[in-house]
């Protein structure tokens, strides 16, 4: 009888107290930041989804945030309340905002720490990538891997990546003969793979060749990277059991397949000890190793799951988008095609491209590409493949100063800078912020267009594309200490495959993005210059943002398309 009445007495007080505390974290805590009205048992999440429901529910979520914002008359950061399934979330739509986020300081030098979230990708990544690692760590194998990509050894993979872009070539005179529909997601993953293979593993997968003639490890690798598919919804598949079992399976069977080539590799290294040493990641991760124990093959095998993972992904988005932009942008093909003309000569195809880059100084062309940079530095800006999110436990103290002098404390707070967000900004891109716009990085200012951060330090000090955009708006492979190693990888890949195949091919695509015609079956071109579409083609989100298709296509040999 006692115990019930101070229960009587004190589960009131409690009910009360847990109200108030409810309430406090809803309304109070981040109550002075940018965000939808929030509800006290949903928080942000009904809100979320009130903006899904109203357009198409494959999309990315960043099309989510990107409406959001904008309806909320563009602040610098937008803050959404998951709890208690997630973190609180910041996402980060403002440049200035994004630069102090990633930027290196003193009490800060890696910047903000890496998104707990990052957990869900450890099946591709493992534990020890260099992508999740953090401070010592990180600077450890961020030194060990610098030689892989400093810009003169990378003018040595060009063989390497023009016989992999002439494979893709012939790949694409096949459909053009058969006038059959593909997907150019697969023919880009395919060609990417081999060229990212063989600069982590010294390995050809063979991944352009029919399924059956593969390397297991791509097969495996598409069937993992499914496991991610997901969109604008915010589903939690990290939580599903059978997802989670799926996973396993999967990232088991890669790493016994990575393993054994690390071994072989370790075994082929002590053998060809007089040889000069290969700079492939595999080949960096080994230098000085003695020993190979099962730390040193578990850590090599993470460094080498994420430079196959990142490599190949990001690349190939960026490869369809350019092909799908050029192909509804008439005027910005004739300018890329003119460019490679007076550069390369009137010979278009791919071996004759090939001939020039591997002639005595012929990477020096890759420089005068001024255009064809730009038109991936503008396909980057509109379709960046990801974000990166960071997090800083409460107490730290990590402070960032919005546009009006604000300042707000992001502590406990997942920050999400979205460069979907940050590329589009109408205050930096104006009007124009949402078409395809290869000239707005050309000017008389030398930036070293293509290199995209070239003569600019970690703060964005430097000149500035066309002397308008500021260097920090510009951010789809991240800046500051932890920015992208591979990216000017990335830039030289795609520089090398459009020189090869943008005059060789037009590129017609099938069901979304589908070009409008008029009544005669000729394109209609809207007042931008842009062929207008019968509905547009959006990303979807598989890790990374891509084209929800997979970019179906088909494609004609250039000038024969009376002939198609």
Known sequence: MFAQ???????????SYLLHRARHLRFK????????????????????????????????????????????????????????LQHPLCVVGNYEVAEQVSRSSKSFPYSMGKSPGMKALEPLLGPYSIITSEREQWKALRKRFNP???PQHLLTLLPCILNKTLRFAEILDGYARSGEEFSLNERCVGLVFDITGAVTMDKDFHAQLDVSK????????????????????????????????????????????VTDHIKTKFAELNVQS?????????????????????????????????FLFAGHDTSSVLLEWAFYELSRTPRALDTLRRELDDIFGPESSPAAVQEKLLAPGGGGLLKKMS????????????????GSARYMP???????????????????????????????????????????LPERWLGDTDTGLGLPMDNLDDKGNGPVAAGRVPASAWRPFERGPRSCIGQELANLEARVILAS??????????????????????????????????????????????????????????GLSNRA
């Open 5 to 15: 009445t101070i229960l009587l007495i004190f589960l009131p007080l409690l009910l």
């Open 29 to 84: 805590q981040y109550g002075d930041w940018p965000q939808l009205p929030p509800s006290l048992v949903w928080g942000h999440m009904k809100a979320i989804n009130e903006f899904i429901v109203r357009g198409e529910r494959k999309s990315h979520i960043d099309t989510v945030f990107r409406e959001i914002q904008e309806y909320l008359d563009n602040p610098p950061l937008v803050l959404y309340d998951l709890r208690p």
């Open 148 to 150: 892989g990509f400093a």
């Open 214 to 257: 593969q390397d297991e490890l791509v097969r495996l690798y598409r069937e993992l990277t499914a496991t991610y598919r997901n969109d604008s919804t915010i589903q939690y598949d990290s939580l599903n059991p059978d997802v989670i079992r799926q996973r396993q399976v999967l990232s088991r069977r890669i790493d016994a397949l």
């Open 274 to 306: 007089n040889e000069r040493p290969s700079r492939s990641v595999l080949s960096l991760s080994l230098q000085d190793i003695d020993h190979l124990d099962d730390r040193v093959l578990l850590e090599t095998c993470h460094q080498l799951k994420s």
């Open 371 to 386: 255009y064809t940079s730009a038109v991936i530095k503008e396909t980057l800006r509109l379709y960046p493949p990801s």
């Open 394 to 436: 409460p107490g730290t103290g990590f402070n960032v100063q919005l546009p009006n002098g604000k300042t707000l404390c992001l502590d406990g707070v997942i920050i999400y800078n979205c460069p979907a967000l940050v590329q589009r900004d109408e205050a930096v891109y104006g009007p124009t912020k949402d078409e395809f």
């Open 501 to 558: 195949t943008a005059r060789r091919f037009d590129f017609v695509k099938v069901g979304l993005g589908a070009v409008a015609r008029d009544s005669t079956g000729a394109p209609i071109l809207d007042a931008k210059g842009q062929h207008k579409v019968e509905s547009e083609l959006f990303n979807t989100m598989q890790v990374t943002a891509k084209p929800v298709d997979g970019t179906m296509m088909r494609v004609r040999v250039a």
